[in-house]
């Protein structure tokens, strides 16, 4: 018969090599950056890029090596690290707590809502001279803005994750019989759990980017304040350098919220597990 | 016998549920909605009753009432408690809703965890009930490993570990296919029949209610009164397939039929 | 004679400038400081006008948006001070190049001091007795100009700055920190040295060139792009600016004209009473537009020892004074 379709097994070869590494998640997640970082590293040389004002990364990559050795560079992270944290936990402990509170009361979400709406929109570095006048210009003032600014952001994903529970879970809470502070715990905090990860996740990039404003003021240590004094000074590689440090800084905490997240929900479903069936 | 009035049963125990005058009208704006208009009803004490009757008849407001969700605006209604301390109802819903953030094991164990029983006795209370219920080997699977039909177990299992006084039932098999239910159904029976407990269950299912039921109840169009309350002596233990097979069923089933048809659509 | 010989040359210039073509424009950042004064008073008098220049003020705030401006190219000419930030530009190839005076604490011209707390005028008699003080000094810990100042008051007494609580605040800032009592003292540029005097907030205690005498502490800088591409307009922004200059010296050192001058710079500057300039210390401008070479080489080597450099710069391959000698050339020495 000339008008018949064959579907047979293939020729035994399967994908590329190529096709596969393409494939994998975890080989393009470290390629891309180091493919990225190579054409960089061929526009400086070529002057393509202006190396004043865009060093090659592999003299950037000396800097950062002179500059840990040094022990100036691990000096500064741990100083932004340790601001990052406190703030961060300044911020999210109240966040998490209002959030659930305000999530499951009409008459708290009533009366504080708007208060809280209000002072969102107004940019956290625009508040920061007043907190500096209150909290002086120490390290506190730098707590209390990270904090701020963590807050907000998880703030709102609690409350989301709170508003957004089907009421079905919380019927049958009732129904069983639990109290007020059951229904927190049993039904409340779990169920808003991955909104909160979120929350937690953007939380955590703004503290970074705040603190990193924030370090250019009374202080002499941190990351911020290596950026803006390589500004001042007008050394561009120790710039890159600190930026450099800022960007991984931000990556590595990401995933490390992503791996908390990892432990602490595990009943969410991963992609492509498979039901049990009756 | 079939189709016998209900009422007057002397082999029925003594009533364990009591409604009289049992209203609730909903307000939202303008608008007004009677669900429920003077229900009167009488249960008796294990008594496995089903609801059937149209959308929009008041039986799920009817149930989530007896469960505590829901308030009523006019009547009362009057549970009567056996000895010891039991929580007053255990309701499975329709949708899904068994925690997803639990284990299957913990969901079971819900009602008890918040009554504080001790560790104890709520493993040994669990893994008694999903053993009866067919998940024993579940007993540490996350829900959404799970099936629809498999949550449904679950919350039935639930309800049932909860040991409540009433055990209310709406609709819980409606979303599964036909094979799924009929297996659940014998399920539900076989769980049952440890404790006999007083049960409502609502379903659309004729077939449904008179594999599961001792007496039927057909309610009217919005707002719901008892049309019928029809007995069902089918002997216990009930076999779906067996059933199926008696010719008291088909007449049984039409019977409701002709009353649910009459009194408006059947969905 | 100088001033026949001015109008002579004002005649010429007058004369060329009939069939002249459109002015050329000059971008400049100044900050409305009165150690500007030699671009202001060029610009009112018309010097610039004269040379076929029309300038186009703008003003940026910092000396790192400075640098940038200047390499490319979005201004021409800046005042700005000898930081670290222009020599580690010089290293890095940014074409910037320090052309003439602009500031400096020539004796009697300091005009950058030290002021006490009222009050305190009996406990702090001399620089020894600033130890364990709360001092506001702008500037420390970025590499300015300020702070090889701060190291040459300090050696007088054999003091560091670790011996002093010092506090990195702007000059208004610190003015506000010495009135509200949170410091002891305070490095204010003037005018604001005078005003602390006349309200009563302090009491000046050393002058710049007391503590550093002959500091290069403002200079003018031309972009590269200017330089290279417009040798002949940067020229004759330079006699201009020169000008200036020199009418700046017979005003406030010869005290001819001054009214005219002061009226030019009220109108200018940040400095808008005209009474504060009988007062106040007067930036020394030097008028033939020399600056400090061994100074700043001196400044370069201290910021390379506080770790702001990381390589030492030849400052006089930082400076281009060709375009100083060529105005000089053309006027004649002040």
């Given at each position: 018969m000339s008008n018949e379709v064959r579907i047979s097994a293939q020729a035994a070869k399967g994908p590329s090599l190529f096709r596969r590494l393409t494939a994998s998640h975890g080989f393009m997640a470290v390629a891309s950056p180091i493919v990225l970082l190579l054409l960089w590293e061929v526009a400086a040389q070529a002057r393509l890029l202006d190396p004043r004002f865009f060093p090659a990364p592999s003299s950037v990559l000396g800097e950062l090596v002179t500059l840990t050795l040094s022990g100036e560079l691990p000096i500064n992270l741990g100083w932004t690290v340790q601001r990052v944290l406190i703030g961060f936990v300044c911020g999210a402990v109240p966040a998490i707590l209002l959030g659930l509170v305000m999530g499951l009361s009409p008459l708290l979400n009533a009366l504080l809502r708007p208060t809280i709406a209000a002072i969102y929109p107004i940019p956290k570095i625009a508040l920061f001279p007043l907190i500096m006048l209150i909290f002086g210009l120490g390290e506190t003032s730098k707590w209390v803005i990270v904090g701020i600014a963590v807050f907000f952001q998880v703030f709102f994903s609690t409350l989301a994750g709170v508003v957004n529970i089907e009421h079905i879970y919380l019927d049958v809470a009732t129904n069983f019989g639990a109290s007020r502070w059951q229904a927190y715990r049993t039904v409340a905090l779990p169920a808003a759990l991955p909104f909160i990860f979120t929350g937690c996740q953007l939380g955590l990039g703004m503290a970074l980017i705040v603190v990193v404003v924030a370090e250019q003021f009374g202080t002499k240590l941190g990351l911020g304040f290596m950026i803006w004094r390589s500004w001042q000074i007008f050394e561009v590689r120790d710039m890159f350098v600190a930026l450099i440090v800022v960007a991984l800084l931000g990556y590595g905490s990401q995933l490390a919220m992503l791996a908390l997240e990892r432990r602490l929900v595990q009943w969410k479903p991963k992609s492509g597990s498979q039901e049990v069936k009756t | 016998m079939l189709g016998a009035s209900a009422s007057n049963d002397k082999r029925a125990g003594p009533v364990k549920i009591s409604i009289d005058g049992l209203s609730k009208t909903f307000a939202s704006g303008k608008l007004t909605v009677t669900a429920l208009d003077a229900f009167d009803l009488r249960i008796n004490e294990g008594e496995f009753i089903c609801i059937v009757g149209p959308s929009g008849c008041g039986k799920t407001t009817l149930l989530r009432i007896l469960a505590g969700l829901e308030t009523p605006t006019g009547g009362e209604v009057r549970i009567a408690r056996g000895d010891g301390n039991r929580p007053l109802s255990s309701m499975v819903f329709q949708e899904s809703s068994v925690f997803p953030w639990m284990r299957v094991r913990d969901n079971v164990g819900y009602g008890l965890d918040l009554r504080g029983i001790d560790r104890g006795m709520r493993d040994r209370t669990v893994a008694h009930f999903l053993e009866l219920a067919g998940l024993a080997r579940f007993g540490?699977?996350?829900?959404?490993?799970?099936?629809g039909g498999m949550k449904q177990r679950v919350s039935v299992a639930r309800a049932f570990a909860n040991d409540p006084e009433i055990l209310l039932m709406d609709e819980p098999f409606a979303a599964l296919d036909e094979q799924t239910k009929i297996i659940l159904q014998q399920e539900l029976l076989r769980l049952w029949s440890e404790t006999r407990k007083t049960v409502l269950f609502i379903t659309h299912s004729i077939d449904e209610a008179l594999v599961l039921s001792d007496r039927v109840l057909v309610m009217s169009g919005r707002p719901g009164r008892v049309r019928a309350d029809i007995r069902v002596d089918f002997a216990r233990p009930r076999f779906v397939h067996e059933l199926k097979a008696d010719a008291g069923f088909g007449r049984l089933w039409h019977e409701i039929w002709r009353l649910l048809d009459s009194s408006g659509k059947l969905v | 004679m100088k001033l026949a010989r001015r109008a002579a040359l004002a005649a010429m210039l007058g004369a060329f400038s009939f069939g002249a073509q459109a002015a050329d424009t000059v971008k400049v950042s100044v900050y409305q400081s009165v150690s500007d004064a030699g671009i202001y008073i060029a610009n009112d008098k018309g010097y610039f006008k004269e040379q076929g220049i029309e300038i186009d003020v703008v003003q940026l705030d910092s000396v790192s948006s400075v640098v940038t401006a200047l390499a490319s190219g979005q201004i021409d000419v800046a005042g700005g001070a000898p930081s670290a930030a222009i020599y580690n530009s010089v290293r890095q190839g940014i074409g910037i190049r320090i052309v003439a005076d602009k500031g400096s604490m020539r004796k009697g011209g300091g005009y950058i001091c030290l002021v006490v707390r009222k009050g305190l005028e009996d406990q702090i008699k001399s620089v020894a007795d600033l130890k364990g003080r709360k001092v506001a000094w702008s500037g420390t810990g970025i590499g300015t100009t300020n702070e090889p100042a701060l190291d040459h008051m300090l050696k007088q007494a054999n003091l560091r700055d670790s011996d002093l609580l010092l506090q990195n605040l702007t000059f208004g800032d610190s003015l506000a920190a010495l009135a509200s009592g949170s410091v002891d003292a305070a490095y204010l540029i003037e005018p604001l040295a005078q005003s602390a005097e006349q309200k009563g907030i302090g009491k000046l205690f050393m002058t710049g060139d007391q503590m550093?005498?002959?500091?290069?502490?403002a200079v003018l800088l031309y972009g590269a792009n200017f330089a290279a591409k417009k040798p002949d307009v940067a020229k004759r922004f330079m006699v201009a600016y020169l000008k200036g200059v020199r009418d700046y010296n017979d005003a406030f050192v010869k005290n001819k004209d001054r009214a005219a001058i002061v009226s030019i710079l009220t109108k200018n500057t940040t400095v808008k009473a005209a009474a504060l300039y009988d007062k106040m210390v007067m930036p020394g401008l030097n008028p033939d537009g020399a600056v400090n070479i061994a100074g700043m080489t001196d400044d370069m080597k201290w910021f390379q020892s506080k770790g702001y450099l990381k390589e030492p710069v030849d400052v006089a391959k930082a400076v281009n004074m060709s375009f100083v000698d060529a105005a000089i050339k053309q006027l004649g020495q002040y």
């Open positions: - | 540490d699977a996350w829900p959404h490993q799970l099936s | 550093y005498l002959d500091q290069q502490v």
